[in-house]
């Protein structure tokens, strides 16, 4: 069983940048391949990045590549989604997940996730 708990939403004016952390309960962090996914009012999950187990390899979607990266930090475990150049349309609950085994190509759809953190809101206004 995995606990994930986000943090570092708020809200912030068109440009600016945010970054998320999701802490993770339990052992064997670097076992879990975690994603960032996101859910804006009327709409389904939207998948935003995942990272492998080791951190070396991620996917990042279109629509945010080249603002968002993600990281993690296995000894924290701890994972990050870097979010720079914020827009309008990245406003959104923000969540973090997880799934044993696998890799980053495996987290890209929320049926995918085993586990999934409470959210964290990101507003941006212009």
């Known amino acids: 069983q995995v606990h994930l708990v986000e943090s570092g939403g708020g809200s912030v004016h068109t440009g600016d940048s945010l970054t998320l952390s999701c802490v993770a309960s339990?052992?064997?962090?670097?076992?879990?391949?975690m994603a960032w996914f996101r859910q804006s009012s009327g709409k389904g999950h939207e998948f935003v990045a995942s990272i492998g187990g080791r951190g070396t390899g991620t996917v990042v979607a279109d629509n945010v590549r080249g603002r968002f990266t993600i990281a993690r930090e296995n000894s924290k475990n701890t994972v990050y989604l870097h979010m720079n150049s914020l827009q309008p349309e990245d406003a959104a609950v923000y969540y973090c997940t997880a799934r044993l085994g696998g890799d980053e190509n495996m987290l890209r759809w929320p049926a995918a996730a085993n586990y999934w953190g409470q959210g964290t809101q990101v507003d941006v206004s212009s």
């Open positions: 339990g052992s064997a962090f670097d076992s879990y391949a």
